[in-house]
């Protein structure tokens, strides 16, 4: 059971990245998938989840409108297209997977974690 999150850097307000995450195909085809994040300080907080097949999405309001989450079952990869950044986006980011197929906001509906990507977005 693995997870490997990628993508982050340093960025400027306003600028993009593109966060992937590759899972062992066994703990991916079936499960929902989350991105999280943590800032210094901070608690974890959720970012946005995707279901089994894609077929539902969500995300926290602070991120609606400049996240989108999509993933491909092919390649055991979850993304996160991250528009408009802004400081208050700073932070490690997450993935992990869920223990059913469907997605949720409350980490402890996932079981595996990866090891987490650094975002800093400059002012």
């Known amino acids: 059971v693995q997870l490997q999150a990628s993508g982050g850097g340093l960025v400027q307000t306003g600028g993009s990245l593109r966060l992937s995450c590759v899972a062992s195909r066994r703990m991916f085809s079936n499960n929902g998938m989350g991105w999280f994040r943590q800032a210094p300080g901070k608690e974890r907080e959720f970012v946005s989840a995707i279901s089994w097949n894609g077929s539902s999405t969500g995300y926290a309001d602070s991120v609606k409108g400049r996240f989108t989450i999509s993933r491909d079952n092919a390649k055991n990869t979850v993304y996160l297209q991250m528009n408009s950044l802004k400081p208050e986006d700073s932070a490690i980011y997450y993935c992990?997977?869920?223990?059913?197929?469907?997605?949720?906001?409350?980490?402890?509906?996932?079981?595996?974690w990866g090891q987490g990507t650094l975002v800093t977005v400059s002012s």
């Open positions: 992990a997977a869920g223990r059913g197929s469907w997605w949720s906001r409350d980490a402890y509906n996932y079981a595996y």
